[in-house]
């Protein structure tokens, strides 16, 4: 395979950064305008965004557009945010955090994308010294050692890495489904009360006889991991769960079966939350909760603090770190349904979420597959 070898800002039409209008001004927030921050550089094909932003606060800050097929890079950030690399599907604006990057014709943007992906460690290793967080520059960008096939071998490489990217998009769109359709059955019979046979069921201050809401600390069990966030092994053998809303890898694990993973702090309060069924490991500020009645099943767990979520990110103490604090939790109450009702729900969520299990492990196989491939692709040593 023949290569040319340039500078990156040699098949660059235009890169930049943005900015990010002024949290105090309201007027800036809430409209319908996209607007991405590093953190959301965890995927890798980005869509949408978490917030968005008004006409005015386009305006009024520094926050610039990164169109359709675009790369963007997450230029700094914490943990191992800084380095991360996504495609964009659609048009959104940026934060100073994230550089967008825009081809010229000689590369695929797609192409750029992978060639980028497969360079994550050597991206970080560049970054900025003399910042406290360490930083991705343009400048450093722009001179960034870059070599590409001609364009036919690169439609060739695209093909073959997209298509493990579809598959994985797939299987996580069948995971998205499963899940709202088990949450879906929580609201229904447990937020709105339409469980099988509440026709008949007699209610007392407003709860179906032999329901009850109890403390969480009387139900549930909470403990927080062990190990620092730099604990993160690349290639590592059990998930680790941090704060984080990206699920890492380690070699070392601390729990074995079925829990909920909640983050115990963020930096804007939006506290992650996983439902595992593995043997795994956790960051020192991430809770592993348990039901201490195995009448209450940890699906059923996982949508009652999925709805509690809001409610924690307003109740969470800090500054430039929220927390989420064991004593927030001991105060929190679960309904606790009777027994027959909460046993069919459990049997009925627990066949979904099997299904999302099975799926994210064939993912997992996937993405393994793809990121062994990816480098030999890109340097040539596997033949397309």
């Avoid at 305008?33 to 006409?55: A, H, M, N, P, Y």
């Avoid at 557009?65 to 963007?72: C, D, E, F």
């Avoid at 970080?124 to 991705?136: H, V």
Wanted: one cysteine or more; proline letters at 2%; a neutral charge.
């Amino acid at each position: 395979m023949e290569f040319t070898y340039c500078k990156l800002i040699d098949v660059l039409s235009d890169i930049h950064s943005g900015g990010t209008p002024s949290t105090e001004e309201s007027s800036y927030w809430g409209g319908n305008i996209k607007w991405l921050s590093s953190g959301e550089t965890s995927q890798r094909f980005i869509s949408d965004t978490v917030d968005k932003i008004t006409e005015e606060g386009v305006k009024n800050s520094s926050a610039k557009l990164a169109k359709k097929n675009n790369i963007v890079m997450a230029c700094a950030g914490q943990g191992k945010t800084r380095g991360q690399t996504s495609y964009l599907l659609d048009d959104m604006y940026i934060n100073q955090s994230v550089i967008a990057l825009e081809t010229n014709a000689s590369v695929l943007p797609l192409y750029l994308f992978y060639n980028l992906s497969s360079r994550y460690e050597e991206l970080r290793g560049g970054s900025d010294a003399s910042s406290t967080r360490g930083s991705i520059t343009t400048t450093a960008l722009k001179n960034l050692p870059f070599k590409y096939p001609d364009l036919s071998t690169q439609q060739s490489i695209v093909d073959i890495l997209f298509g493990y990217d579809s598959l994985i998009e797939t299987n996580n769109r069948r995971i998205e489904l499963l899940e709202q359709t088990a949450q879906e059955l929580y609201k229904e019979w447990f937020v709105r009360f339409r469980f099988p046979g509440y026709e008949a069921a007699k209610f007392e201050n407003g709860l179906p006889q032999g329901w009850s809401y109890e403390k969480f600390k009387d139900e549930l069990t909470y403990n927080t991991g062990k190990l620092d966030s730099n604990a993160t092994v690349l290639d590592g053998e059990y998930s680790f769960y941090t704060c984080a809303k990206t699920i890492y890898k380690t070699n070392t694990y601390c729990f074995d079966g079925e829990c909920v993973l909640l983050g115990g702090n963020n930096a804007t309060g939006d506290f992650s939350l996983f439902y595992a069924n593995e043997k795994l490991d956790a960051y020192q500020r991430t809770y592993i909760v348990t039901p201490q009645n195995q009448t209450l099943s940890c699906a059923y767990i996982y949508f009652v603090l999925k709805d509690y979520l809001l409610q924690f990110k307003t109740a969470s103490i800090g500054a430039t770190t929220k927390f989420l604090t064991k004593g927030m939790l001991d105060k929190a109450k679960i309904l606790v349904p009777d027994e027959k009702t909460i046993l069919r729900y459990n049997e009925i969520a627990k066949n979904m979420f099997d299904q999302i299990v099975s799926l994210k492990a064939k993912n997992e196989n996937l993405v393994s597959q793809r990121n062994m491939l990816l480098p030999r692709l890109m340097s040539g040593k596997v033949e397309v």
